[in-house]
């Protein structure tokens, strides 16, 4: 009984930074690890970032390492993706979702899913 939605997308030029946030409902937000995948067209979805359910630890693809952190607010239900230095194969739509086990690097550890936005980055 979870429910995500994803806001922030948009379009941005190769090396500009952009925010995309993912609203939970629920007090039981910080019960759940979260995550973020992404989907570009033509490909598989993939892992970018992931948090515990205090903050304490993130996880990172090697493609988004140093150049993207993950965060959260568990006073606002809220988990953000700062993406800095973008790059055009950032390009997809990208998706949050909340984890109630310790599988954060897979979407099978992953229990509740928003719909996802789209973030555009031009060459």
């Known amino acids: 009984q979870v429910q995500l939605v994803e806001s922030g997308g948009g379009l941005v030029q190769a090396g500009g930074s952009l925010r995309v946030s993912c609203a939970a409902s629920?007090?039981?937000?910080?019960?759940?690890?979260m995550g973020w995948f992404r989907q570009a067209p033509g490909k598989e979805r993939e892992f970018v970032a992931a948090i515990n359910r205090s903050g304490g630890s993130t996880y990172y693809a090697d493609s988004v390492k140093g150049r993207f952190t993950i965060s959260r607010d568990n006073a606002k239900n809220t988990v953000y993706l700062q993406m800095n230095s973008l790059k055009p194969e950032d390009t997809a739509v990208y998706y949050c979702?909340?984890?109630?086990?310790?599988?954060?690097?897979?979407?099978?550890?992953?229990?509740?899913w928003g719909q996802g936005t789209q973030v555009t980055v031009s060459s």
């Open positions: 629920g007090r039981t937000f910080s019960n759940y690890a």
């Open positions: 979702a909340a984890a109630s086990t310790a599988l954060l690097l897979t979407r099978r550890g992953y229990d509740y």
